[in-house]
């Protein structure tokens, strides 16, 4: 008992030493200023965005004060720098940013930064000045907690408040270290290292990164996918769409401060490791197989970008917080490569599956991604590749196999191009409507697929995702509205929306213009595609997909056009659907995505973190524990050997070394959703051969 009231007294002692540190006062930081041409480009963004956007908005009072909700929430998400005095101050200005705006004036923005910035500064600067005179002596017996999102607090009403929070935010990354193994010296060191960086990157920003940050909370409020690209963002989005710079393939993007996994490049490193995950955050990246690992939390995302990228067949080594899991880090190494076209092209497999009568053949197709050559296509090279031309070989070769049906995989795939999309539909049906798209100035143009006669019709399954988007749902949505086949999985991305690029006088704008929208009318975003058949998954759709943007295009729906229904599917589904859960009730993989969906649920609903030591690690041996619990619940379901604990499941999880060479092989092993589709098929075969004998009917839906 005195042992612990020694250790809350030196704690308070503690507390009152950060807060005597001195004040960095506004004349020590640099105040940024606008660049002359900003203002005309800035009202030349507003002028665009009113008379180019899909919505149509018009800035004003309104917007003004969204306008400034999103910036203030751009600078500090965490509500840790900025005290209530400062957002009283400007709040004045919420209402007046439209006008100023339309002036070419934008002070307001450099104003908010300039406070934002210096009060980074001091906070970072006295954090700093603290770690170098020794590692923080913290009561981690003391029972408190750390909020984990502080997006309904209250700012702090004044520096002691802000120094309390401050406490226990350093307090958390302390125990957190802690529980990954470091010794004191080590984590004095690396934190040390963090917050100095911090600082530092605070001090390089300049007008370009205000005026971008700026300029974004202003697009954003007309929907996620329109930005402002400053001529370095310009360039670095060119380098990404030219695929010209090698890296790990992924997208990444900022939260609070860290960098997080946002999705995948098909075919690309990160995607063939297995071990970088949608969600997952980077906190460390390590150059080479022994190179220093570099802490980048706090840091800017082009920084942290660039730390990654670099010459192909080198080494990057990512330390990772997997998304759901107990907290603990992982680090993951990568061959870095450029993303080549043959690395995403379609390929194929054959699988055998029986329905309790009868065996069937069963062919499986995974596309990645929407791809043509438009090199090749633009010199008319007539060996060009292309999506529908691969699949196209791919379904010729699958029919001289003699395939009784076919799953066309398009799990996990992004999109691309919109003329692959519908020219793929031509395989599958005869000559009609694909998708239509309505445009800014309400005019609705409509792709046709040109064929007189698909090239495929036997039964079809088309297998989706929570990161199926675009392209994908075109095509899914097609093949659903003729009822040409099943759909199958989880409900898509929602994304049905078309960018395109105007031209500024610094930089360029990225504008949403167009949406998608089904030949049953109804658009495809926000909504995504809704399978006939679902299945479970460990995506979490409340965090990953359109509808976790707040600003996201609503759905809605327009006239159908005329279209054939090939198959009366309403009346097949009902029974594919039981005899589906008659499978999966008990099937130990599909229990246990259940459960680990459920698991990851619960946790996700956390508000606070403990930072009790002993809480903590008794947590994070729970979550270990159930874990290992639910896997060796399906490993023993299955005839396998159980884990004899969670270190050797763990060293299962993790011993693989990504590495790239060759499009990664289709197969069932550790797939359960693959192999349950092809049951399904197994399943509508017998009864689709009975249906296609009636001819399809032309209906306007």
Not at 90 to 108: A, P, S, V, Y
Not at 419 to 441: C, K, S, Y
Not at 450 to 469: E, K, Q, T, W
Request: proline residues 4%.
């Amino acid at each position: 008992m005195l042992t612990n009231r020694f250790t809350a007294l030196f704690s308070g002692l503690l507390y009152l030493t950060i807060l005597t540190l001195p004040s960095i006062s506004s004349a020590d930081v640099e105040r940024l200023q606008p660049e002359p041409d900003q203002g005309s480009t800035a009202r030349e963004i507003v002028g665009k965005l009113e008379m180019l956007h899909y919505n149509k908005l018009k800035l004003g009072n309104d917007m003004s004060g969204q306008l400034w909700d999103k910036y203030i929430d751009a600078l500090d998400p965490t509500k840790s720098y900025f005290l209530a005095s400062d957002i009283s101050e400007f709040r004045d200005h919420r209402t007046l940013l439209d006008d100023e705006l339309r002036k070419g004036e934008i002070k307001t923005g450099f104003a908010i930064y300039n406070r934002y910035r210096l009060r980074v500064t001091d906070r970072l600067t006295n954090i700093v000045s603290q770690l170098e005179q020794g590692l923080p002596t913290f009561d981690f017996t003391r029972n408190e907690s750390l909020l984990l999102d502080r997006e309904e607090s209250q700012w702090p009403t004044s520096i002691s408040e802000a120094d309390e929070l401050w406490r226990k935010r350093l307090k958390s990354s302390v125990l957190n270290l802690r529980l990954t193994g470091k010794t004191d010296d080590e984590i004095r060191d690396l934190l040390t290292r963090r917050y100095h960086g911090q600082l530092k990157r605070v001090e390089q920003q300049n007008s370009d990164d205000v005026f971008e940050l700026y300029m974004n909370s202003l697009t954003q409020l007309y929907d996620p996918h329109s930005n402002y690209l400053s001529p370095r963002s310009l360039e670095n989005f060119n380098m990404s769409m030219s695929l010209s710079l090698e890296g790990i393939g992924a997208v990444l993007q900022l939260e609070d401060e860290y960098t997080k996994v946002a999705r995948l490049v098909a075919g690309g490193p990160a995607d063939r490791s297995g071990k970088i995950k949608p969600n997952d955050k980077i906190v460390a990246v390590g150059q080479d197989k022994e190179g220093e690992m570099v802490d980048v939390i706090g840091w800017r995302l082009d920084d942290v970008v660039d730390l990654i990228r670099g010459s192909a067949g080198t080494y990057v080594r990512l330390e990772t917080v997997p998304a759901g899991g107990d907290g603990s880090h992982r680090t993951v190494l990568i061959k870095r490569s450029k993303v080549k076209l043959e690395d995403q092209a379609a390929k194929k497999a054959t699988f055998e599956f029986s329905n309790g009568d009868k065996i069937y053949k069963v062919g499986v197709i995974n596309l990645p991604t929407f791809y043509i050559d438009f090199e090749a296509y633009r010199r008319r090279d007539p060996n060009y590749k292309s999506t529908t031309r691969d699949v196209a070989r791919l379904l010729n070769e699958l029919q001289e196999e003699g395939v009784d049906g076919v799953v066309l995989d398009l799990r996990n795939n992004g999109g691309g191009s919109l003329q692959e999309a519908t020219m793929l539909t031509d395989l599958f049906i005869d000559q009609g409507p694909v998708v239509q798209i309505r445009h800014a100035n309400e005019q609705i143009s409509r792709h046709n697929r040109s064929r007189s006669r698909a090239m495929y019709r036997g039964p079809l399954i088309v297998l989706i995702n929570r990161l199926s988007a675009s392209a994908s749902e075109i095509f899914a949505g097609a093949i659903q509205d003729y009822n040409r086949g099943l759909v199958v999985g989880s409900k898509s991305f929602g994304k049905g929306t078309v960018q395109t690029m105007a031209p500024l006088k610094d930089g360029q704008l990225k504008i949403t213009q167009s949406k998608f929208y089904r030949v049953s009318g109804d658009s495809t975003q926000h909504a995504g595609i809704t399978p006939d058949i679902l299945m479970p998954q460990l995506i979490d759709a409340d965090s990953v997909g359109e509808s976790a943007y707040d600003t996201a295009l609503p759905w809605d729906r327009i006239h159908s056009v005329p279209h054939a229904k090939y198959f009366n599917l309403k009346t097949l589904i009902p029974n594919l659907i039981s005899k589906h859960n008659q499978r999966t009730t008990t099937n130990p993989d599909f229990v246990y995505l259940r459960d680990h969906f459920r698991f990851e649920e619960d946790r996700a609903d956390r508000k606070l973190i403990s930072l009790n030591e002993t809480t903590r690690e008794t947590e994070r041996q729970n979550v270990n524990h159930e874990l290992l619990a639910m896997e060796n619940r399906r490993r023993s379901a299955k005839g396998l050997e159980p884990y004899v604990d969670f270190e050797a499941f763990e060293k299962s999880e993790s011993e693989d070394v990504a590495t790239v060479g060759g499009p990664v092989e289709i197969t069932l092993e550790d797939d359960p959703i693959l192999s349950e589709t092809g049951y399904i098929m197994a399943d509508f075969i017998g009864l689709y051969n009975k249906m296609s004998k009636t001819p399809p009917q032309v209906a306007n839906f």
